[in-house]
């Protein structure tokens, strides 16, 4: 069964940096594009950081300059790298990548479960 499973976040101070991953898993035989979203609080999901297979990014315009993101093809894993965290940030992100699963020739979009980012003033 393909999923991705996330992990890093949890608390940081503002101002500090923190490190999200999304590992696809199971009989994966292509990782297309990457995305991340975020969903704070009363708030609707938004688009923190999108990368496709080629390596071409896209930022939200609230972490541009801030957030890096970047995929590994090869293991099938995508990254977000968070600098000058702000409590502005605190929310659940989310990654969501297009998947094609071994012995398939139909991608699909997966999410991940979602892990809470909480930046502290």
């Known amino acids: 069964q393909v999923q991705l499973v996330e992990s890093g976040g949890g608390l940081v101070q503002a101002g500090g940096s923190s490190d999200l991953s999304c590992a696809a898993s199971?009989?994966?035989?292509?990782?297309?594009?990457m995305a991340w979203y975020r969903q704070a609080q009363g708030k609707e999901r938004e688009l923190v950081a999108h990368?496709?297979?080629?390596?071409?990014?896209d930022y939200g315009d609230s972490v541009k300059g801030r957030f890096t993101i970047s995929v590994d093809n090869v293991m099938n894993i995508g990254y977000l790298r968070m600098n000058g965290l702000t409590p502005e940030d605190t929310a659940v992100y989310f990654c969501?990548?297009?998947?094609?699963?071994?012995?398939?020739?139909?991608?699909?979009?997966?999410w991940g479960q979602g892990t809470q980012v909480t930046v502290s003033s």
């Open positions: 990368i496709t297979r080629a390596g071409s990014t």
């Open positions: 199971g009989s994966v035989w292509r990782l297309g594009a």
């Open positions: 969501n990548a297009v998947l094609t699963p071994l012995g398939s020739e139909t991608p699909k979009i997966y």
